[in-house]
């Protein structure tokens, strides 16, 4: 089975631009999260979307954004970027939204923005 | 308030020598405790968690960690360590009922000396 897929996996982006990441689940995962790594802060949640409805936000601005399709198929996008945006930007799935159930995680998409 | 300690950022351990990687966290509640570990340029790969039953949790590539609720830890083991361990490893902790998404420590950096 295959496995989650992040596209892009590498992104230049310059200051107030916007950006959009993509994510693929692992086939019958429902449950899609997004987080965000830096090595200042770490792994930080950013949400997380089940069929089709954000079910839970971090404590992130509003610029950062999430969508899930029928297909369980997920973006996130990012308005007007900024230096700090810069991160690793990873996405997880799992069966269902329950607390039981573990993560999957994708490679990642490395952005970067200057 | 969710959380996860990892008292240690880098730990040396020479080949065939077994390792452990500490964690101790704190939940409202009972937990539901993962590892994860993540090699350069790769996102998080599930090594095992603990939901309930048996204190000790086998996992994959023969890791394995020891739940106790007393201490609140929940650390890492392995009986030989391979230089192929050398990777960052990272333990996550989410309470038994509420939000699924997971709250990370933030990392130990684990290095196998040949």
């Known amino acids: 089975k295959a496995g989650v897929t992040q596209t892009p996996r590498y992104l230049i982006k310059t200051r107030g631009q916007q950006v959009t990441l993509s994510c693929s689940p692992i086939s019958g995962h429902r449950s899609v999260s997004w987080y965000q790594q830096t090595p200042g802060q770490g792994l930080q949640f950013l949400f997380e979307y089940f069929s089709e409805t954000q079910r839970n936000k971090g404590n992130f601005p509003g610029r950062f954004s999430g969508r899930q399709f029928s297909n369980s198929r997920s973006e996130m996008n990012v308005s007007t970027l900024e230096l700090g945006d810069s991160a690793l930007y990873l996405c997880?799935?799992?069966?269902?939204?329950?607390?039981?159930?573990?993560?999957?995680f994708g490679p990642g998409t490395r952005l970067t923005v200057t | 308030a969710q959380s996860v300690a990892q008292p240690e950022d880098q730990v040396n351990v020479a080949e065939g020598n077994p390792l452990t990687v500490k964690c101790t966290y704190s939940?409202?509640?009972?937990?539901?405790l993962f590892w994860y570990v993540q090699y350069p340029n790769r996102g998080l790969q599930f090594l095992l968690k603990?939901?309930?039953?048996?204190?000790l949790v086998k996992g994959s590539y023969g890791f394995e960690a020891e739940f106790n609720k007393s201490q609140t830890s929940f650390h890492l083991k392995k009986p030989s360590a391979l230089v192929s361990d050398s990777a960052l490893y990272f333990c996550?902790?989410?309470?038994?009922?509420?939000?699924?998404?997971?709250?990370f420590g933030t990392g130990t950096r684990l290095t196998v000396i040949p």
């Open positions: 939940v409202s509640g009972n937990p539901y």
């Open positions: 603990y939901i309930t039953g048996d204190n």
């Open positions: 996550a902790v989410r309470a038994q009922t509420g939000a699924n998404n997971l709250f």
């Open positions: 997880a799935s799992s069966l269902g939204t329950g607390t039981i159930y573990e993560q999957y």
